[in-house]
């Protein structure tokens, strides 16, 4: 049994203080997977909280939930929630662990639509869908063109949502612990926004850190490096298929010419647990 204490002031479901989970991760960037398949655990807020917390709880990134699929062609329903009890509507570095966890090359259904999936070995693919560019999809609070965003001099993002959305800063990659969580909560993203921060090192390289809405900077981010991708090609800086480095390894993205983008990269089962 691995124990889960609960904090003082923190409220957790007596009926579900027994909960079997897999801790997982993907380049670093972990999730506490609960497969509610067969048996929903009606998670709430402040239980989610309080099982993401690192010193309380099992500690995550993001709390990854199955329940059975509801679209056709789907094999699962993926539902991805931050430490602070908000739901994403997409995160790949999970999507791959997902497959692992379910095993096969199963579609996943997400918030962002079908995801199809391919393993090849310890790595797994998954098609993530066509990005959105206009700043409504992003979405923005105001008409602007999402190649050059109205933030403070000399800040120059581009944005894209991939599900979820995300400004990419290019330069120095270094500033993302100073600048992330202010930009996170800027008046242009009235859902927060992923802030990446991008430096070009070649046409099929980069190195990327990104801040993630309610999570902060992680060790990695698969939408993060996908939307990245989108914004290089985009601005002409890299070729459609690219290497994103990131604290925890490096991912391979490629932006097809029929506009899907596919995210390849390990998955890592790390213990499974019971929470007492």
């Known amino acids: 049994m691995f124990p889960v204490r609960q904090p003082a002031g923190c409220f957790m ?14 380049l670093g960037n972990d999730f506490v997977v609960i497969d509610a398949r067969q048996n929903d655990p009606a998670l709430d807020t402040p239980t989610i909280r309080h099982l993401c917390d690192r010193r309380f709880g099992i500690g995550c990134d993001q709390l990854v939930l199955l329940t059975p699929p509801t679209l056709h062609g789907a094999d699962v329903h993926v539902r991805f929630f931050n430490p602070d009890g908000s739901e994403a509507g997409a995160c790949g570095n999970a999507s791959r662990c997902v497959v692992k966890f379910v095993g ?18 310890d790595l797994v693919t998954v098609d993530m869908g066509l990005p959105r560019l206009d700043w409504q999809d992003v979405p923005l609070s105001q008409a602007c063109d999402t190649l050059h965003l109205p933030l403070p001099t000399p800040l120059d993002a581009a944005a894209c949502s991939m599900g979820n959305p995300h400004a990419t800063i290019f330069g120095d990659a270094s500033r ?19 802030i990446g921060f991008a430096q070009i090192l070649s046409p099929t390289h980069m190195r990327l850190r990104v801040w993630e809405r309610g ?29 994103v480095t990131m604290d925890g390894g490096d991912l391979r993205i490629t932006w097809r010419a029929d506009g899907h983008i596919l995210m390849t990269g390990p998955a890592v089962t790390v213990f499974h647990g019971t929470t007492a």
């Open 13 to 26: 479901r007596g009926a579900i203080m027994s909960l079997s989970f897999t801790k997982m991760h993907g």
């Open 176 to 194: 993302a612990e100073a600048l992330g969580a202010g930009l996170e909560q800027n008046a242009l993203f009235p859902e927060r926004a992923n």
């Open 104 to 121: 096969g090359a199963p579609t996943l259904q997400t918030a962002a639509g079908l995801l199809p999936t391919a393993r090849d070995g």
């Open 215 to 243: 999570a902060g900077l992680t060790l990695a981010c698969g939408s993060g490096a996908c939307a990245a991708v989108v914004n290089a090609v985009r601005r002409g800086l890299t070729k459609r298929t690219c290497t």
